[in-house]
């Protein structure tokens, strides 16, 4: 079955820079890619997604890039704000129904 | 529309106890997930439904784990008996097409065996 690597498991980073989450695919007939957002103590909420389609896609401060020959797909996120202080998780689907989870990215954007 | 919504938001149980979960999908859409959340092992798919037929159930722990989906608005999880391992938060969340559109999660239920 479909296996997702993430990585880092931690990010810290100061309050203005960049943040960049990075997350490998096992199976090549995944075509679907969202990225959830998890505030402590909250539901996962999506913030972006990407289909196999698409190299590349952004809203406003988050993008997504997908780079199907290596499987792998990237959030980045610039100008961080403390807001933005959460566990992200990428995931991946073949079209079948099961969504498959990394295991998460703890960000934390100190001021 | 109101979200996907899990009952109860918290559960204390003892253990060997049976314990229900229960969710309600969104209004329109046709396929609904189970998951387990744990520090250990992050977000784990026990099950899915497709228009409330279980399609993939190779996540469910044990025999212990049952799930069912008697109708489009309305699925439980349930375990029996419970045990200090399955402590955990469980998501319900249901989507509009199989796995290529937005999983919309419920707020969870944080199950806690003693």
């Known amino acids: 079955g479909e296996n997702v690597e993430q990585h880092p498991s931690t990010l810290s980073v100061q309050e203005g820079d960049s943040a960049v989450i990075k997350c490998t695919y096992s199976d090549s007939a995944s075509n679907y890619f969202p990225w959830y957002k998890q505030e402590l103590g909250k539901r996962p909420q999506l913030i972006i997604d990407i289909r196999s389609n698409v190299g590349e896609k952004k809203d406003q401060r988050i993008a997504v890039t997908l780079n199907k020959t290596a499987k792998h797909f990237s959030l980045h996120i610039t100008e961080t704000q403390p807001e933005d202080s959460a566990v992200y998780f990428c995931a991946a689907s073949i079209g079948s129904g099961k969504l498959q989870f990394g295991a998460g990215t703890q960000v934390v954007v100190t001021p | 529309d109101a979200g996907v919504i899990q009952s109860p938001r918290h559960e204390v149980t003892e253990m060997g106890q049976e314990v229900t979960l229960r969710c309600k999908p969104i209004?329109?859409?046709?396929?609904l997930f189970w998951y387990r959340q744990t520090m250990m092992r992050g977000l784990e798919l026990l099950i899915y439904?497709?228009?409330?037929?279980?399609?993939?159930d190779s996540g469910m722990p044990e025999d212990r784990f049952s799930a069912k989906m008697p109708n489009a608005s309305f699925s439980t999880l349930k375990i029996q008996p419970s045990e200090p391992r399955d402590s955990a938060v469980y998501f319900c969340a249901s989507s509009r097409d199989r796995g290529l559109t937005e999983a919309f999660f419920g707020q969870g239920t944080r199950l806690t065996v003693v």
């Open positions: 209004s329109g859409h046709n396929s």
């Open positions: 439904f497709n228009n409330n037929v279980p399609i993939d």
